[in-house]
Each structure stands twice: as structure tokens, then as C-alpha cells.
């Protein structure tokens, strides 16, 4: 175990009374702060009965179907600590591995705050990557970092590489032996069924997982898992079809509720499906609006049901909230009467993508104070922003002024805008976005800049094909 930043954990924590009066002052969300802003949805709940013609992929109760796994995986849980210390707590094999996960561990992640690298623990050599999480407050809200890689079949050795919280420089924390602990066996009543077909054979699964659904509500679940179809059907989001898309189902004892009145600091397992909560236990002025697993080993073992790409959970819940972080997890209510906003928008950071708002207090997608340049697609913090350096400067005319002045927009030019990264702080810099109009603010659609991004992580996601993976995908 390597040990890593000292005591600047301790410089974060602050008065607990503090952070919550700075909670109830400012009307915060993950999506953008005010609900009566963003688009609504018309028709919300249209969808009835239960869908026809669907095809039952795998059920707990069903021998048969229970038996068709996906690829085997090994899956690597690393438990944060705040003294900054990084361990390996928990490694499983799984068969939740996909054909793109296989393909796409051969590559070294573009975004992602933490990188996982697995290597032959014989020759050192990189035998597969994954990423995962937003900035430096993920390690706060997950207390834990979870990798899949292809299953190896021999020694390894995994890297941790993370963001460092304070420089937002990429360094290594841990490297440490893998030792495989044991093949899980749980047993969880589930259904799982496919809800729509991809029209590539090189595709993606996405997997909606049914959350806080308590006994007799199954049916709901099914036609609320339509409505997220429709809602990236009707907005042609990006990538639609290499995604494959089905949904599983498994009751809760406890449905999501309000947000406890006081953040604390103890975290309890939550009874439920996948075990999401409201992140009271980091003392951050927006965690009554988001969640995330109060035991993450729970939360990937019970994804790890079915083989899956993208996880989008949807909770029994018709309150505005909502979360997305890269890789991670996007999570959604599905009553609100802003779900299909609220979905795209989530789906949006879960590819990278931060706040194109300037409102609402700090992002909890935040990076570290002295990041020169963050990795997510659509927000710069370059001093001046310079057209050879955007990161969008595809689209960007050179005869557009930057930073470019607000009524530029009124024709629709892309430029580096000032705004962005909710009320988050740069150290010395601004952020600027490359326009006034997207989905990562509250606008219906996502932007240009935004729309390529997601077509490119679905892209890097798929893998490339023709190249050999590192790790024969035959068992
Ligand atoms: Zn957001
Ligand atoms: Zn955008």
C-alpha cells in the first residue's frame, strides 16, 4: 500500500452545523438549481400496462436462464480511507463482462479521475485498463473505487493512478498483488428482460436497474423502464443504437424517502435493492440532492447480476433530484415531472460531460483547486482561452472573439463563454463553456460540443475491434 497526500484530508473537514445551514441556504441540485426552469415532460405517464412482445433474458427463479452469464470478469473494490491511504478490500469474479468491456481494456482511459491499469505480475506488462468517477469529492462520496477488467487468469498486479486532490495531478497511490478472494454467490430474486435491440452487432448494454420498488410495484417498474426508451428515442440521444437496452428487476424493503434532516457522518447500509442514499456522510452542501452507494461492494456485486455497460437506475421516486458521474452510475426519479430532462442531463455527466449552469452553489463534479485544464469535454479553465487549445476548437470560427461576449449566441456561435462548473471555484481562472444553449445547462438538447463527446465515449466504449485484445476473452 502506498500512502498518498498526507493530512489534507483533514483540511476539508469542517463544522458540521456549518455545512448544513450552508445546505438549507441555497436551493442546490445536481441538475440545474431551479425545477421550474427545466423542460417538462408532457404525457408523463402514457405507458400502460405491461410491454408486449418482450423477450424474459434471465430470472433468479428460472435455472436455465440464470446460467446465461455474460464474460467473466474480475472485479477489484479499493477502499478509500481518510488519512489518503487507497487499499484493495474485496476482488471477485463476475460475469457481468460484455464483448465492449473485453475490447475497450485494451486502450488507456481518455477521462476518468481514477485509472485502474492491470499488470502481468510477471512482466509488468499493462494487461487491461478502466476508469471511473468525476473530480476529487468522488472519493468522498463512493469511500470506494470499483474496476472491472477481462478476467486474467493469472497473476496481476493492479495500479491505482488518481487524482490528486489538492494539484489535480494524475499519480500513482497503490500497487498492489491481486489475489482473488472467491466466487460470490448471493442469492437475489431477480427478472431480468430485454427491452430494446441494438442495430449494430458491435453494441452496448445498457442495463436499467430497478431501485427503492417495494413489493406489488414490479409492473410500474416495467413501464416507468419505457418511459426511459422514450425519453432517449424522442431527444435521437447520441449513440442509441449500439445500445442494447433491458431492465431488472428486484423489490426493495425501503423505498428512497426524503433526505434525512442533518448530515452525519456514519453511514448505514441502506435495505434496499442496490443500497443508494442520499450521501450524508460527506459534509457537501448538495448531498440531499444525489446518491450514491451507502456500500458500494453491494451496489457493483448487485449491477454485476447481469452483464452491463452503462447502469442507469431508476428510483421509485417523484422528487428533482438527480445524479450521473463518469462511469459510475446515473440515477434518476421516476416520477418527476421533469424525468426525461433530468435522465439526459444525468446520462450527460455519466459520459463526462460537467455543469454548463453557473448557479446553485458548488458541483459535486468538482476537480482539485489548481487543475491547469479538467478533462471533462465541455467546461475550459485555460487563463485566456486560446482557439488552438479549446478543446472544442473544431467549432469554433476564428474570427470568434475569447472569451466570446454573451450576444454572440444570438447567432448560434460556438466560442468559450463564460459560465460553467456550477459556483465551483478555479484557482486564478474562470470557467468557460462553448455556448448558452445544451442539456448540461437546461436547455432540451444537448449542445454540439456535448452530442460529439457522448458519440465519442460510446465510440472508445465499443473498443477497437481489430485489435487483439491483450486478454483472451475465450473463457
Ligand atoms: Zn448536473
Ligand atoms: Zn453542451
Request: proline share 6%; hydrophobic share 35%; net charge neutral.
Amino acid at each position: 500500500m502506498i500512502k498518498g497526500f498526507g493530512s489534507f484530508g483533514f483540511a476539508e473537514i469542517s463544522c458540521l452545523c456549518c455545512a448544513f445551514l450552508l445546505a438549507t441556504q441555497l436551493s442546490l441540485a445536481n441538475p440545474f438549481p431551479d425545477s421550474e426552469k427545466v423542460p417538462r415532460d408532457e404525457n408523463l405517464h402514457h405507458v400502460d400496462g405491461f410491454p408486449i412482445g418482450l423477450s424474459l433474458l434471465r430470472s433468479s427463479n428460472d435455472k436455465r436462464l440464470k446460467a446465461a452469464g455474460g464474460k467473466s470478469v474480475i472485479r477489484i473494490d479499493i477502499a478509500w480511507s481518510a488519512d489518503e491511504s487507497y487499499q484493495i478490500e474485496k476482488v471477485s469474479i463476475d460475469k457481468s463482462g460484455t464483448s465492449a468491456l473485453y475490447n475497450r481494456s485494451t486502450t488507456t482511459p481518455k477521462q476518468g479521475s481514477y485509472v485502474g491499469v492491470l499488470r502481468d505480475a510477471n512482466t509488468n506488462v499493462a494487461l487491461a485498463y478502466d476508469s471511473i468517477g468525476t473530480g476529487r469529492r468522488y472519493r468522498k462520496l463512493a469511500r470506494s473505487i470499483a474496476f472491472r477488467f477481462p478476467n486474467p487468469n493469472k497473476s496481476v498486479i493492479l495500479e491505482l493512478i488518481a487524482e490528486n486532490p489538492l494539484s489535480g495531478k494524475m499519480e500513482q497511490v497503490l500497487r498492489q498483488r491481486v489475489d482473488v478472494d472467491s466466487t460470490e454467490s448471493e442469492e437475489v430474486q431477480f427478472e431480468h428482460i430485454l427491452l430494446k435491440e441494438a442495430s449494430h452487432a458491435q453494441k452496448l448494454e445498457v442495463v436499467i436497474y430497478a431501485e427503492g420498488y417495494k413489493a406489488g410495484t414490479k409492473d410500474k417498474f416495467w413501464r416507468d423502464a419505457q418511459r426511459v426508451i422514450q425519453a432517449l428515442t424522442g431527444s435521437d440521444f447520441p449513440g442509441l443504437d449500439r445500445m442494447q437496452i433491458s431492465a431488472v428487476f428486484s423489490e426493495s424493503k425501503l423505498a428512497l424517502g426524503q433526505p434525512p434532516s442533518r448530515p452525519s457522518p456514519e453511514v448505514k447500509e441502506r435495505d434496499s435493492f442496490l443500497g443508494l442514499y442520499y450521501p450524508h456522510w460527506d459534509q457537501f452542501g448538495r448531498w440531499y440532492h444525489v446518491v450514491y452507494p451507502t456500500n458500494e461492494k453491494k451496489f457493483r456485486r448487485r449491477l454485476a447480476l447481469v452483464p452491463y455497460d452503462y447502469p442507469i437506475v431508476l428510483i421509485n421516486s417523484s422528487d428533482y433530484w438527480g445524479v450521473g458521474n463518469y462511469m459510475s452510475h446515473t440515477a434518476v426519479p421516476s416520477d418527476s415531472s421533469q424525468f426525461s430532462y433530468l435522465l439526459r442531463h444525468e446520462l450527460g455527466h455519466f459520459f463526462g460531460l460537467n455543469e454548463e449552469y453557473q448557479d446553485g452553489g458548488p458541483t459535486e463534479l468538482e476537480f482539485a483547486p489548481d487543475i491547469y485544464e479538467p478533462w471533462s469535454q465541455n467546461i475550459t479553465f485555460l487563463r485566456s482561452p486560446l482557439l488552438g487549445l479549446l478543446k472544442w476548437k473544431a467549432v469554433v470560427s476564428p474570427s470568434t472573439p475569447l472569451p466570446t461576449p454573451s450576444r454572440y449566441w444570438s447567432r448560434g456561435v460556438f466560442g468559450a463563454y463564460r459560465g460553467g462548473y456550477a459556483e465551483s471555484e478555479v484557482a486564478g481562472a474562470h470557467s468557460h463553456k462553448p455556448g448558452l444553449d445544451c442539456t448540461m445547462d437546461r436547455g432540451r438538447t444537448f449542445c454540439e460540443v456535448c452530442r460529439h463527446a457522448i458519440e465519442e465515449v460510446i465510440a472508445d466504449d465499443i473498443g477497437p475491434a481489430n485489435l487483439k485484445p491483450r486478454i483472451s476473452s475465450s473463457f
